[in-house]
């Protein structure tokens, strides 16, 4: 059995945010207040999008050495050597999808909405930067 995360991190992180944005709707959205019911469900679903992330990013930036888990820092540290747009997406991506969603269980549909945003654009970036992706090999000349 082939191990997805390492033969396509990209593909493998696209598939954590369907994850996610299959556990969200068990939340049940309420369309009068604009919030989710359930905090359970909004804490599930921004912990697998940032679980996402983390895949896309590990597989770019290779911070994963030694014991332990790395720090969001060392992440940043990372990408703020590599790509700065990138950098900006992991401060924002961090604090919407790990705090406020998963840490809080913050029941706006906004946020959530905003998370799956940053989501999507940490793991699209990373695929640019990403030599042999798909997308990275799509990408004009000097876009990066």
């Not at 604009?34 to 896309?56: F, N």
């Not at 969603?101 to 940490?122: H, T």
Request: hydrophobic letters at 40%; a positive charge; glycine letters at 6%.
């Amino acid at each position: 059995m082939e191990n997805t995360e390492e033969q396509n991190p990209i593909a493998e992180a696209k598939r954590y945010v369907a994850n996610a944005a299959e556990i969200i709707v068990k939340s049940k959205y309420d369309p009068e207040t604009k919030l989710y019911r359930d905090k359970k469900y909004v804490r599930i679903a921004g912990d697998t999008l940032w679980k996402g992330c983390l895949i896309a990013l590990d597989a770019l930036l290779h911070v994963r050495q030694g014991k332990g888990r790395p720090s969001v820092e060392k992440y940043k540290k990372a990408a703020a050597q590599r790509d700065h747009k990138l950098l900006s997406y992991i401060v924002a991506g961090y604090e919407t999808m790990h705090l406020v969603m998963g840490y809080d269980g913050n029941k706006e549909k906004k946020v959530s909405d905003a998370g799956f945003e940053r989501a999507n654009a940490i793991i699209d970036r990373c695929a640019i930067l990403m030599p042999g992706t798909e997308m990275a090999s799509a990408m004009p000349a000097g876009t990066c």
